[in-house]
């Protein structure tokens, strides 16, 4: 092939991901609850040893481009749209006023707004460090993400606690740090409490986001099963505003199985947010879009939730890689991601309904029925054909994921 000259190569793009096929209709997108967050869209593929590779995007620029899509909600952080330095002042209303417009020309809904608690200078110690009016900061900026949130329509806020950690142990009180933390998100109920009066709005759902390693050596609540626990302390003044939004790379990031992390929130009654995405096990945080690394376990998990009837956001938290253009981002990067999500949440549909799936795992609760319960041997005997099923049902799963129980054959 010849050199592919810069004026083609769009085109190129273009046409490939159209001979792709298998892309839903934006109007089909929209019915299903996901949500696109701003930082990812806007992210420019910069990173601790990478320089950007792409240029800035404005808010109005991700919404529209979202609307093209398909996906029918966006969500923030309070700084990816609003300067630090503007927070509660002018220049947030203004800036608010102008979303309002974005979203309501596009037809998009906001869905969540989340505090911004790791990247500035001022949280080199975590939000609830030491000295007092840092943790007063950190209230003020949880409170004010809590006014932003209502005011835009938000039905969530996500808290991830990046920098509630440390690099060298010993220098800090871990019990204090916690009880402190807890205090900030005490602050952001509150002021939801109140704020949510004043608008005739129902409070907002409050979820915690974490995330085992990164950006700090040790993380205080590293997994969502520390955050249930956190939330179960005794320190939260309304615990039953507090609940959970896992990520799917983050609970495979400390050699989790996300199903089963997610099975323990649901049980929890606390599995409210879900943030969607992809990677490798003991790795750092690739934020690989959903569906390119793992689709097998991917189906899995959008089994386990539909069978369950899990009814929250679907939030695309990936990052398009660095070698993705600006036109890329939405010409292939968000589009695919979305497509990904519904065929597999489709897919899991057709796990639930298949007959060869269902009868076995009937079969399998049944059981053997063993003459004498209470005998090991009889027990074991009454059941050992039987527990080959889990074998087939993995196998079936395969099937299903890659179309082969459609009848394919193959010339060999
Ligand atoms: C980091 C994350 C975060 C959180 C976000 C919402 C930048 O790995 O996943 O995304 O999702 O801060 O609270
Ligand atoms: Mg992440
Ligand atoms: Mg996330």
């Not at 609307?67 to 330095?85: L, N, Q, R, S």
């Not at 690739?286 to 899990?310: E, K, Q």
């Amino acid at each position: 092939m010849k050199p592919v000259p810069e004026n083609r190569q769009q085109a190129l793009v273009d046409r490939l991901i159209e001979a792709c096929g298998g892309a839903y209709a934006p109007e089909t997108r929209r019915k299903y609850y996901i949500t696109g967050p701003q930082w990812a869209a806007a992210y420019e593929g910069q990173a601790l040893f990478h320089a950007p590779t792409r240029k800035p995007v404005s808010f109005e620029e991700v919404i529209r481009q979202y609307a093209k899509i398909g996906i029918g909600h966006w969500c923030t952080h309070d700084t990816d749209v609003i300067p630090t330095e503007q927070l509660d002042k002018d220049g947030q209303s203004q800036i608010l006023s102008r979303i309002k417009t974005a979203l309501r020309e596009n037809g998009l809904e906001c869905s969540m707004v989340t505090a911004e608690t790791f990247f500035n200078a001022v949280w080199a110690a975590s939000p609830a460090a030491e000295a007092p009016e840092v943790r007063e900061y950190a209230a003020w900026r949880l409170r004010n993400v809590v006014a932003i949130g209502h005011e835009l329509g938000a039905k969530f806020a996500v808290y991830w606690p990046g920098s509630l950690g440390y690099y060298t142990q010993g220098a800090i009180d871990e019990t204090d740090t916690l009880r402190w933390y807890a205090d900030g998100l005490n602050a952001a109920c509150e002021a939801d409490i109140e704020i949510a009066k004043q608008h005739g709005r129902p409070t907002l759902k409050h979820c915690l986001e974490a995330k085992p390693f990164e950006p700090q050596a040790e993380i205080l609540l590293p997994t969502s099963d520390a955050m249930l626990a956190f939330i179960g302390s005794g320190l939260l003044a309304h615990p039953e505003m507090v609940g959970l939004n896992p990520e799917y790379l983050h609970e495979l990031m400390w050699g989790g199985a996300p199903r089963a992390a997610l099975a323990r929130a649901l049980l929890a009654g606390k599995l409210w947010h879900f943030d969607i995405n992809d990677g490798y096990r003991l790795k750092h945080d690739v934020d690989i879009a959903i569906g390119l690394v793992n689709p097998l376990d991917w189906l899995n998990v959008l089994v386990l939730l539909r069978s369950h009837n899990y009814s929250g956001p679907f939030n695309l938290d990936f990052k398009p890689p660095r070698t993705t253009s600006n036109h890329g981002v939405f010409a292939v990067s968000f589009p695919t991601a979305v497509d990904r999500f519904i065929t597999l949440w489709e897919m899991a549909g057709d796990v639930i309904s298949d007959p060869i799936i269902k009868e076995a795992t009937d079969a399998l609760k049944a059981g053997g029925g063993a003459a004498d319960p209470h005998d090991a041997a009889s027990v074991t005997a009454a059941n050992r054909e039987l527990l080959t099923l889990h074998e087939l049902i993995g196998h079936r799963m395969v099937q299903i994921l890659i179309g082969a129980h459609r009848g394919r054959t193959y010339s060999a």
